[in-house]
């Protein structure tokens, strides 16, 4: 049976959606809808029976998105973009919320790496005779000698690194709840 040219725009405007994806899953996800589409046209559904069903490109598209993140382990910069277009896709959420996590997610997470770094760089600087003034911990009169800075360093860098860890799980569980229930492809 023939796909009508209503359909065919619909999964076209789901591909584009899909972008962010591995093109393998992309297109596994459009074969799907498609198989679909064609299995209720010859159960006597009408293209704008099943076009009504799907619900919009975007909200499909989100749907599978956010169940592609949310089925994903760890972090990769795939993923990154695969939840910047789901917040892009996300409305309002999307635009305040889901930012706001997975930035400060990223940031703490660079951040916390770097905080061990920089207390390498200071002690194998002292090693070498040379002080980092722009490197250390100071509070109030009291300045952290280039031995104490390095475990401390660690110690700090490891807190927020974890802060950024659960800043990126929030990020995914936020995704996976304005996920949930949005993909209509399941029979009734």
């Given at each position: 049976?023939?796909?009508?040219?209503?359909?065919?725009?619909?999964?076209?405007?789901?591909?584009?959606?899909?972008?962010?994806?591995?093109?393998?899953?992309?297109?596994?996800?459009?074969?799907?809808?498609?198989?679909?589409?064609?299995?209720?046209?010859?159960?006597g559904f009408l293209p704008e029976?099943?076009?009504?069903?799907?619900?919009?490109?975007?909200?499909?598209?989100?749907?599978?998105?956010?169940?592609?993140?949310?089925?994903?382990?760890?972090?990769?910069?795939?993923?990154?973009?695969?939840?910047?277009?789901?917040?892009?896709?996300?409305?309002?959420g999307g635009m305040f919320v889901?930012?706001?996590?997975?930035?400060?997610?990223?940031?703490f997470m660079v951040c916390g790496?770097?905080?061990?770094?920089?207390?390498?760089?200071?002690?194998?600087?002292?090693?070498?005779?040379?002080?980092?003034?722009?490197?250390?911990?100071?509070?109030?009169?009291?300045?952290?000698?280039?031995?104490?800075?390095?475990?401390?360093?660690?110690?700090?860098?490891?807190?927020?690194?974890?802060?950024?860890?659960?800043?990126?799980?929030?990020?995914?569980?936020?995704?996976?709840?304005?996920?949930?229930?949005?993909?209509?492809?399941?029979?009734?």
């Amino acid at each position: 049976m023939e796909m009508d040219k209503a359909l065919t725009e619909y999964l076209e405007k789901v591909d584009r959606y899909l972008r962010p994806m591995v093109v393998s899953e992309r297109v596994d996800i459009v074969q799907e809808i498609k198989s679909e589409m064609l299995e209720l046209l010859n159960d006597g559904f009408l293209p704008e029976q099943i076009l009504q069903r799907l619900g919009t490109p975007k909200e499909l598209a989100k749907a599978y998105l956010g169940e592609n993140i949310v089925k994903g382990a760890g972090f990769g910069w795939r993923r990154v973009s695969a939840v910047i277009a789901f917040y892009s896709l996300a409305g309002i959420g999307g635009m305040f919320v889901l930012p706001l996590t997975s930035v400060c997610g990223i940031g703490f997470m660079v951040c916390g790496a770097l905080c061990p770094l920089a207390g390498i760089v200071k002690f194998v600087a002292h090693l070498l005779g040379r002080e980092i003034e722009e490197i250390g911990l100071v509070i109030g009169n009291y300045s952290a000698s280039a031995a104490l800075f390095l475990p401390v360093s660690a110690l700090i860098g490891g807190a927020i690194f974890l802060v950024g860890w659960l800043f990126w799980k929030l990020t995914i569980a936020i995704i996976r709840a304005m996920s949930q229930g949005m993909k209509r492809l399941a029979r009734e």
